[in-house]
């Protein structure tokens, strides 16, 4: 794996990205074009985004939910841009249980309609308001130009749906939740973001507004990070979402939805990598700490074995997700060279030399950096504060979450 | 909700299954036939049933991964027993963005096929063993006679797939599976479950071997309640799955695959519900605690309101599941009555009757059950013991778990 070396990302940038992302195991290619396998290590990276947002949403009162991904293909010709947005990326089935079907079915694209579609039979009352919703899934979008994690047919999400009694409760939904995100960004992921709206030609089909985070890449290059979408009247017009007022007066609903993907995962190799490799955000690093142990003859691999596996117990005790590296075969330096590859933050080698029982090498540059002992490996603080100096990065300290709501465009 | 009365399991129990899921609101019919919408309370609970058992996972070493949604249709067809069982249950995808597809796809009923294909790429060498892997997703099988949560056409799960150097390893992961499951059946569902193997005609399209679950119902009727497979080399073969061996032979893999499925939120409804609604179990019930407020007058409206919000808070410090009710319009009879349909272990109504600041109202028969005091809400212990108690079903103190293997069939 670590042999091969990887292109400079001054030299080609998208061919850096490409190689870094099978090197360092997060997906491969699946055999339908366009798709992806998500592998151990990018998996483990998009359960420790899921479980910081998720927390996020359940504590703005969100719950979670499971919509089908089979929806009949009359529902998306409900709303007009809609539509027109969506009709040239669907996926369609026409074959079920061996029998031609007499409505085609779409895979969902993403899940306004059907969720609209239930709304109107499970929202009568104001007493119903709001509908706080949110679920965990993948969506299929037939896309020409494809890049592992950044643009694929199927790729894994959130969408958030919910319902008010007033304009003004879905447009501060709409805006709280882009500071969800902002927070989400800038403290989890350690990618500084800026907020902002979409214009008319770029903005989700359906919506009033769209209001996107955007993240500068290491090429210099913007990439979307999420994105949170007033819809304003316009689904619930189109699937009667009516609920009646304290005053006895039948309205629509307003609606919004929100989402974040596994784009972010390239938005993350993107931003903190490094031309040796992966540098993973500690927070949510799916491996924090990584132990090698270096040994040399039979005697002194006992004793460092059992050095590293009390030190793991330490660490997994002051609840770091650690991984001891016992492969045979490989070279202490060549573990080194593919942890550093794959943006592990801080590497501890055990061993019997000077700085035994635990010497810590900073996640960058291996061969230059300075080795030192601590007595304390236990310390999780020590650890976080030594993972964040050794970032090529500083933690960013501040965040440009959103004070006031930008101008509406409609 | 709760006004209408269920019919009783004796009268129909059919029909008590499919009132009960739809009053409760943990699932709705979905406007594809046989399709289901999770709802919030439906999903919170496979939510916990989620983190149960994937830490079980985990712990045994599984690592989750994410394959695709979108299987070539040949794919399907390089296993005989596969395609002979599988091919009458597909949903066919036919076209993509616009165009007739050139080879038909077809949405995963199960992932074997995909994952075989991944594996003879990533599996080389000894060194690459044992494979030990997860997924949570949906799969989708063309079911004509569908009931919410016991046969869908789609439904949610987790597939584990491994591949090992030798049978003995790979029988032995596919017990040791069955016990993981059996692990959860008791200590989390509350179910007790027998361990068995299928017949011929019963077992996995596919696999050497079918182990499964079975417990019984509130109609005396067994259901599966999940599976765990020896593939043999029978996948390996179709997918070329192989590996050098420490001599320097190559060698097919042995594989296993092991599922558990929504279906088991209809276990639980069956296993420990009644004519007044659903018990849930108490370790992963949604809500571990209501709190109805009672008050008659404005004046002791906020002072029970405050007692309730500060119980409420005792409670989540306790990392007990809490929901304070305080829907407007609803009479704390009419609330009793739908958190005991909806089967939350205990009810906490703070009043300013004499029991007050918090009395505890037992789970089942609130009209003829005591109330006591209790001046430790806080204390989490003695909830639990309350909840066992209270419970129509004892917790069970056993478990059937497989000391030996069962005899294999093949």
Chains 1, 2 share one sequence.
Not at 261 to 275: K, L, N, Q
Not at 344 to 350: A, D
Request: proline share 8%; glycine share 6%; aromatic share 10%.
């Amino acid at each position: 794996m670590a042999e091969e070396k990887l292109p400079t990302r001054a030299e080609d940038f998208s061919e850096w990205y490409n190689q870094l992302v099978l090197k360092a195991q997060l997906a491969d290619y699946a055999p339908v074009r366009g798709c992806m396998i998500v592998r151990p290590y990018g998996w483990a990276l998009w359960e420790n985004i899921q479980a910081a947002l998720d927390k996020r949403f359940k504590a703005t009162g969100h719950q979670n939910v499971a919509f089908p991904l089979l929806i009949p293909k009359s529902f998306i010709e409900k709303e007009k841009h809609h539509v027109e947005g969506f009709s040239p990326e669907l996926a369609v089935v026409t074959i079920g249980g061996g029998e031609e079907l007499a409505e085609p079915l779409i895979l969902r694209p993403t899940s306004e309609t059907i969720i609209g579609h239930m709304w109107s039979k499970w929202i009568q009352s104001y007493r119903d308001l709001p509908v706080l919703m949110n679920q965990w899934n993948s969506v299929i979008r037939w896309e020409l130009r494809t890049k592992l994690f950044l643009r694929t047919l199927e790729f894994y999400w959130q969408e958030g749906h919910t319902a008010h009694a007033t304009r003004q409760e879905a447009v501060d939904e709409t805006l709280q939740m882009l500071n969800v995100y902002t927070d989400f960004a800038v403290n989890e992921a350690a990618i500084p973001v800026i907020p902002g709206v979409k214009s008319d030609a770029e903005k989700f089909a359906g919506a009033d507004t769209t209001y996107s985070l955007e993240a500068m890449m290491g090429d210099q290059k913007a990439l979307q990070f999420c994105t949170s979408h007033f819809l304003g009247q316009n689904f619930a017009q189109a699937f009667e979402v009516k609920y009646l007022d304290q005053t006895g007066v039948l309205q629509h609903c307003w609606t919004t939805s929100w989402g974040l993907s596994t784009r972010v995962i390239g938005a993350i190799i993107m931003v903190h990598g490094d031309d040796q490799g992966l540098i993973m955000p500690p927070r949510i690093a799916p491996i924090q700490v990584v132990i090698v142990p270096i040994y040399k003859t039979d005697e002194e691999k006992a004793s460092v074995q059992k050095t590293a596996k009390d030190l793991k117990a330490q660490l997994v005790k002051a609840n770091l997700r650690v991984h001891l590296d016992e492969r045979e075969g490989f070279s202490p330096g060549w573990k080194f060279n593919d942890w550093e590859m794959r943006g592990v933050p801080p590497k501890m080698s055990p061993s019997n030399q000077p700085c035994w029982p635990g010497a810590i090498v900073p996640a960058g540059k291996a061969k230059s950096a300075p080795r030192w002992p601590t007595s304390q490996p236990q310390s999780k603080n020590c650890l976080w504060e030594f993972t964040s100096r050794s970032s090529t990065r500083p933690w960013p300290s501040g965040a440009p979450t959103l004070k006031r709501p930008p101008p509406m465009t409609s």
